[in-house]
């Protein structure tokens, strides 16, 4: 089939499908669908019906275009003819057809059988049909005059259809309708009254149900979501079509004796991969595609394999290190395939398939410089050495191998399509000459295959049933298949996700290189920066990282943009059950406890778990309390307020883990207004019970400062939620983002912290141990703060919550002190909102959640971090 340029056109398009019989509408409504719209041009040029035809015909041929099955794609011109010389008529064959197609997939089959289940060349006559109709009628006879023209009709019809399948269905219609008349006469008033409608029964209360509410049956869709894929003795079925502009239209498909081969190598198992390159160590890609496919594993169980594969076909871009962290970082995410192989593995099998793509036709040496290609492309002009003959081709290419062209002056091209509408369809290059030493093949080649050339090909040569990968590669699919079918190789399963998008930071590896290379930040493990190096040094585990991945699931919706907090939730979870505790002062501000003797230290018990035993020691660690303390800046005030629960002038609060002290005296700097040092009171007796708690520190001896450390203090990198569509984009790039902090003070327990050991400082947030501390000085990085309660303004606090279904009972265990409106922001932007959100249990009555004026689909992971973020429910959690 030949689709000319100029039909791709709406207003020819509408023409087209106006000529075969279609009424405007639906030729509208078609051409507003564009995979429709190529399906059905397809159809018709290939029912050779460009310049017209009956109305019947092209209603078939629009059925064809809508509802063909897509695993018989290679038989479609077969029916076509069939329904252009009017052998196939009615719908009732068209059905029967698609019926015998689509068990036949792509397998040759008897045309006589097949006319035979279509019914081709059976006529019925309308004598025949009325004689049937009767029949049908006087066995029904009882039913339809009880119910009258409230009949069901098409029980009628579907009586008629099953003693006369290939019968006009317009004639059954009319004789049916004619029938009836003759036996009920005109309608009356009675026939037109709507029958009443009776109650249901509401069913006996059942003692288990709630039970059954605490336990619902997940449907199979929720509980495996990789349903959508096909099983490997279903990849029968075409991939995709191809279209040229020279030729018919190429059906991509497995033939039954190639999949039959690679079902018995494989045992019938599922086998996917994760590609990894150079960059992919930095970005999130690779968590995401690996979580994907490991959770894909484990739906499958014991019938499915996941590898390892790095495309390492640039030996320029290759170095050992990069392939170390690759490993390194591999193993610290937790990931274990069963196999690791490399590109490079099947440099030989690459290279001898070439050769067979040359002998074949399908690839030349082309000698055009990068810049004449990419002129060409942009013109759709074929190169001027295209048609070159075959064995001269192979002649060039086994000169390149051997190493006698320089680089540069020749490459190996695939003979595709220069006048395609996909451009990864301008005969692609399959191999280059380099003269540079790979870091696994050593010296031994110097043509190296390219990454469109051998992708496709080692999934291939590996059996992979399933290819995942994001969807920028979707307009990859062509000459992914394209090349495996010239070759005559298996063709695995192909399927693209969305990418991973993440508020207030860009995810593209070229933005993020421009980020790097020009200093705008300190590297790739910048901890601003999601990459997976960055996320590390920041302090974030593998762990959070695997279940924000989960959590996300996969679509191909690739406009949806994941919420940062989202991340940020994942990451508090897991660090909240593993980071221990520890006070640290970013900006300290001196105290003197004037009643305290001078030169008294106290060793105090501090808790490094919320919730420790009094009995385990090893959930303690010691905190000096002596003379000077040193408290936050901010956690004094020379006004007090009745919400403010910090210290002032006469005004006292608890010192954690230590005693109450009172404000006596503030100290002003020579400026009169700089707060220079604080003097207080403490009451041993801890008889005061004021309401704030702050954290401090204190000098471990007489007129010896605390611990000195760095703390590094990390925010969203970009101002804006979606800075890569800014057109300026660096200009959003948050000045604030990075902020260090060099007089901080710790409790001296944090002076044997090791490079990587996390903790909660208290009151402020998570952090780690940065690679750049040394013996003299250690540097904190700040993973992420602790959770935003309800604000002091009293404003509710918006969150992102998990997709997922809100449920009544999740409240019933928790006892709620408010009741108040609360919204919540679902995935993807959308309201929902509850009246009496946060009820929970009020004495003997029980409360919970009204029905939401919407019904999304939300999810609470962790119900106390949704209720206590939103300020409706106040529980005592330790911290």
Same mark, same amino acid.
């Given at each position: 089939?030949?689709?000319?340029?100029?039909?791709?056109?709406?207003?020819?398009?509408?023409?087209?499908?106006?000529?075969?019989?279609?009424?405007?509408?639906?030729?509208?409504?078609?051409?507003?669908?564009?995979?429709?719209?190529?399906?059905?041009?397809?159809?018709?040029?290939?029912?050779?019906?460009?310049?017209?035809?009956?109305?019947?015909?092209?209603?078939?041929?629009?059925?064809?275009?809508?509802?063909?099955?897509?695993?018989?794609?290679?038989?479609?011109?077969?029916?076509?003819?069939?329904?252009?010389?009017?052998?196939?008529?009615?719908?009732?064959?068209?059905?029967?057809?698609?019926?015998?197609?689509?068990?036949?997939?792509?397998?040759?089959?008897?045309?006589?059988?097949?006319?035979?289940?279509?019914?081709?060349?059976?006529?019925?006559?309308?004598?025949?049909?009325?004689?049937?109709?009767?029949?049908?009628?006087?066995?029904?006879?009882?039913?339809?005059?009880?119910?009258?023209?409230?009949?069901?009709?098409?029980?009628?019809?579907?009586?008629?259809?099953?003693?006369?399948?290939?019968?006009?269905?317009?004639?059954?219609?009319?004789?049916?309708?004619?029938?009836?008349?003759?036996?009920?006469?005109?309608?009356?008033?009675?026939?037109?009254?709507?029958?009443?409608?009776?109650?249901?029964?509401?069913?006996?209360?059942?003692?288990?149900?709630?039970?059954?509410?605490?336990?619902?049956?997940?449907?199979?869709?929720?509980?495996?979501?990789?349903?959508?894929?096909?099983?490997?003795?279903?990849?029968?079925?075409?991939?995709?079509?191809?279209?040229?502009?020279?030729?018919?239209?190429?059906?991509?498909?497995?033939?039954?004796?190639?999949?039959?081969?690679?079902?018995?190598?494989?045992?019938?198992?599922?086998?996917?991969?994760?590609?990894?390159?150079?960059?992919?160590?930095?970005?999130?890609?690779?968590?995401?595609?690996?979580?994907?496919?490991?959770?894909?594993?484990?739906?499958?169980?014991?019938?499915?394999?996941?590898?390892?594969?790095?495309?390492?076909?640039?030996?320029?871009?290759?170095?050992?290190?990069?392939?170390?962290?690759?490993?390194?970082?591999?193993?610290?995410?937790?990931?274990?395939?069963?196999?690791?192989?490399?590109?490079?593995?099947?440099?030989?099998?690459?290279?001898?398939?070439?050769?067979?793509?040359?002998?074949?036709?399908?690839?030349?040496?082309?000698?055009?410089?990068?810049?004449?290609?990419?002129?060409?492309?942009?013109?759709?002009?074929?190169?001027?050495?295209?048609?070159?003959?075959?064995?001269?081709?192979?002649?060039?290419?086994?000169?390149?191998?051997?190493?006698?062209?320089?680089?540069?002056?020749?490459?190996?091209?695939?003979?595709?399509?220069?006048?395609?509408?996909?451009?990864?369809?301008?005969?692609?290059?399959?191999?280059?000459?380099?003269?540079?030493?790979?870091?696994?093949?050593?010296?031994?080649?110097?043509?190296?295959?390219?990454?469109?050339?051998?992708?496709?090909?080692?999934?291939?040569?590996?059996?992979?049933?399933?290819?995942?990968?994001?969807?920028?590669?979707?307009?990859?699919?062509?000459?992914?298949?394209?090349?495996?079918?010239?070759?005559?190789?298996?063709?695995?399963?192909?399927?693209?996700?969305?990418?991973?998008?993440?508020?207030?930071?860009?995810?593209?590896?070229?933005?993020?290189?421009?980020?790097?290379?020009?200093?705008?930040?300190?590297?790739?493990?910048?901890?601003?920066?999601?990459?997976?190096?960055?996320?590390?040094?920041?302090?974030?585990?593998?762990?959070?990282?695997?279940?924000?991945?989960?959590?996300?699931?996969?679509?191909?919706?690739?406009?949806?943009?994941?919420?940062?907090?989202?991340?940020?939730?994942?990451?508090?979870?897991?660090?909240?059950?593993?980071?221990?505790?520890?006070?640290?002062?970013?900006?300290?501000?001196?105290?003197?406890?004037?009643?305290?003797?001078?030169?008294?230290?106290?060793?105090?018990?501090?808790?490094?778990?919320?919730?420790?035993?009094?009995?385990?020691?090893?959930?303690?660690?010691?905190?000096?309390?002596?003379?000077?303390?040193?408290?936050?800046?901010?956690?004094?005030?020379?006004?007090?307020?009745?919400?403010?629960?910090?210290?002032?002038?006469?005004?006292?609060?608890?010192?954690?883990?230590?005693?109450?002290?009172?404000?006596?005296?503030?100290?002003?700097?020579?400026?009169?207004?700089?707060?220079?040092?604080?003097?207080?009171?403490?009451?041993?007796?801890?008889?005061?019970?004021?309401?704030?708690?702050?954290?401090?520190?204190?000098?471990?001896?007489?007129?010896?400062?605390?611990?000195?450390?760095?703390?590094?203090?990390?925010?969203?990198?970009?101002?804006?939620?979606?800075?890569?569509?800014?057109?300026?984009?660096?200009?959003?790039?948050?000045?604030?983002?990075?902020?260090?902090?060099?007089?901080?003070?710790?409790?001296? *327990?944090?002076?044997?912290?090791? &490079?990587?050991? %996390?903790?909660?400082?208290? /009151?402020? =947030? @998570?952090?780690?141990?940065? $690679?750049? *501390?040394?013996?003299?000085?250690? &540097?904190?990085? %700040?993973?992420?703060?602790? /959770?935003? =309660? @309800?604000?002091?303004?009293? $404003?509710?606090?918006?969150?992102?919550?998990?997709?997922?279904?809100?449920?009544?009972?999740?409240?019933?265990?928790?006892?709620?002190?408010?009741?108040?409106?609360?919204?919540?922001?679902?995935?993807?932007?959308?309201?929902?909102?509850?009246?009496?959100?946060?009820?929970?249990?009020?004495?003997?009555?029980?409360?919970?959640?009204?029905?939401?004026?919407?019904?999304?689909?939300?999810?609470?992971?962790?119900?106390?971090?949704?209720?206590?973020?939103?300020?409706?429910?106040?529980?005592?959690?330790?911290?």
């Amino acid at each position: 089939m030949v689709v000319k340029e100029e039909e791709s056109s709406g207003t020819t398009s509408l023409e087209l499908f106006l000529k075969i019989g279609l009424d405007e509408r639906t030729a509208r409504n078609t051409i507003a669908n564009n995979k429709v719209t190529n399906n059905l041009t397809a159809v018709i040029h290939e029912a050779g019906a460009t310049e017209g035809c009956n109305r019947n015909i092209g209603n078939l041929l629009y059925t064809v275009a809508t509802k063909y099955p897509a695993n018989a794609l290679i038989h479609r011109p077969t029916l076509l003819g069939y329904i252009a010389s009017t052998k196939i008529k009615t719908p009732a064959q068209l059905e029967a057809a698609f019926s015998f197609l689509s068990t036949t997939a792509s397998e040759s089959f008897e045309l006589k059988e097949f006319e035979e289940a279509c019914g081709v060349g059976v006529e019925v006559s309308e004598e025949d049909i009325e004689r049937t109709v009767n029949e049908v009628f006087e066995q029904n006879k009882g039913s339809i005059l009880e119910l009258r023209y409230r009949t069901n009709v098409g029980d009628l019809f579907g009586h008629v259809r099953k003693r006369l399948p290939w019968a006009d269905p317009k004639i059954v219609k009319k004789l049916i309708d004619a029938k009836l008349y003759e036996l009920l006469g005109e309608r009356t008033a009675a026939d037109n009254e709507k029958p009443s409608k009776q109650k249901k029964e509401k069913p006996a209360k059942v003692q288990d149900k709630k039970v059954a509410d605490d336990n619902p049956v997940q449907p199979s869709e929720d509980l495996n979501p990789f349903l959508i894929f096909p099983n490997p003795v279903e990849n029968f079925k075409v991939h995709t079509e191809i279209f040229f502009s020279d030729r018919p239209v190429l059906r991509c498909c497995n033939t039954k004796e190639v999949l039959d081969k690679h079902l018995k190598r494989t045992s019938r198992k599922v086998y996917t991969r994760f590609p990894l390159s150079q960059m992919d160590i930095y970005t999130l890609v690779m968590p995401r595609q690996c979580s994907l496919a490991l959770a894909w594993q484990r739906s499958e169980m014991d019938a499915a394999t996941l590898g390892e594969e790095y495309d390492d076909t640039n030996p320029e871009a290759e170095k050992k290190e990069y392939i170390n962290h690759i490993e390194e970082i591999v193993e610290w995410m937790g990931w274990k395939p069963f196999k690791i192989t490399y590109t490079s593995d099947y440099f030989q099998e690459l290279y001898e398939l070439a050769v067979e793509l040359i002998r074949r036709g399908h690839a030349y040496i082309d000698h055009q410089t990068p810049e004449e290609i990419k002129e060409y492309r942009e013109k759709k002009m074929n190169s001027p050495w295209r048609d070159r003959p075959i064995a001269e081709s192979l002649k060039l290419f086994e000169e390149m191998r051997r190493g006698m062209i320089e680089e540069g002056k020749a490459t190996l091209r695939m003979k595709q399509d220069m006048q395609s509408d996909n451009g990864n369809m301008y005969d692609l290059i399959a191999y280059r000459i380099k003269f540079t030493p790979h870091p696994h093949s050593g010296d031994k080649w110097c043509i190296y295959p390219s990454y469109d050339y051998a992708h496709c090909i080692v999934d291939s040569l590996e059996d992979i049933t399933h290819s995942l990968c994001t969807l920028e590669f979707e307009t990859r699919r062509a000459s992914y298949y394209w090349l495996l079918h010239v070759l005559d190789l298996y063709q695995p399963y192909v399927w693209e996700y969305s990418r991973l998008n993440v508020t207030n930071t860009v995810m593209s590896k070229r933005k993020l290189n421009f980020l790097v290379t020009n200093k705008h930040v300190d590297g790739w493990d910048d901890p601003r920066l999601m990459t997976l190096a960055g996320l590390r040094r920041r302090g974030v585990t593998s762990t959070a990282i695997n279940a924000f991945v989960r959590g996300i699931g996969i679509t191909r919706s690739d406009s949806s943009t994941i919420r940062l907090e989202r991340l940020e939730y994942h990451i508090r979870e897991e660090l909240n059950r593993t980071a221990p505790r520890a006070m640290v002062v970013l900006q300290p501000l001196k105290v003197v406890i004037t009643n305290l003797e001078s030169g008294l230290v106290m060793d105090l018990d501090a808790k490094k778990w919320p919730d420790a035993s009094t009995e385990d020691s090893s959930a303690f660690y010691k905190v000096p309390f002596s003379r000077v303390v040193y408290i936050e800046q901010s956690d004094f005030r020379m006004k007090d307020s009745k919400d403010y629960y910090g210290l002032a002038p006469g005004k006292s609060v608890l010192l954690r883990y230590a005693f109450p002290i009172k404000c006596t005296e503030a100290v002003l700097a020579d400026d009169n207004e700089t707060i220079f040092e604080i003097r207080a009171e403490y009451d041993p007796s801890k008889k005061t019970k004021p309401k704030g708690v702050i954290h401090w520190v204190a000098e471990p001896s007489r007129e010896v400062d605390p611990l000195s450390i760095e703390v590094r203090l990390f925010d969203k990198l970009f101002n804006s939620e979606n800075p890569a569509e800014l057109e300026d984009w660096l200009a959003d790039v948050n000045l604030q983002s990075k902020v260090v902090i060099s007089g901080a003070y710790a409790v001296p *327990s944090l002076r044997d912290a090791a &490079v990587g050991d %996390r903790f909660q400082f208290e /009151r402020l =947030g @998570y952090f780690v141990v940065d $690679k750049d *501390s040394t013996p003299e000085r250690l &540097v904190f990085n %700040r993973t992420v703060t602790l /959770r935003d =309660g @309800y604000g002091k303004s009293g $404003k509710l606090n918006q969150v992102s919550i998990e997709p997922g279904i809100l449920k009544p009972g999740h409240l019933e265990t928790w006892a709620a002190r408010t009741s108040q409106k609360a919204c919540f922001i679902g995935d993807g932007g959308h309201e929902v909102r509850f009246e009496s959100l946060a009820l929970g249990v009020h004495g003997d009555k029980r409360h919970c959640f009204s029905s939401p004026t919407k019904k999304q689909r939300c999810e609470v992971v962790t119900l106390a971090y949704c209720l206590v973020l939103c300020g409706t429910v106040n529980l005592d959690c330790g911290d």
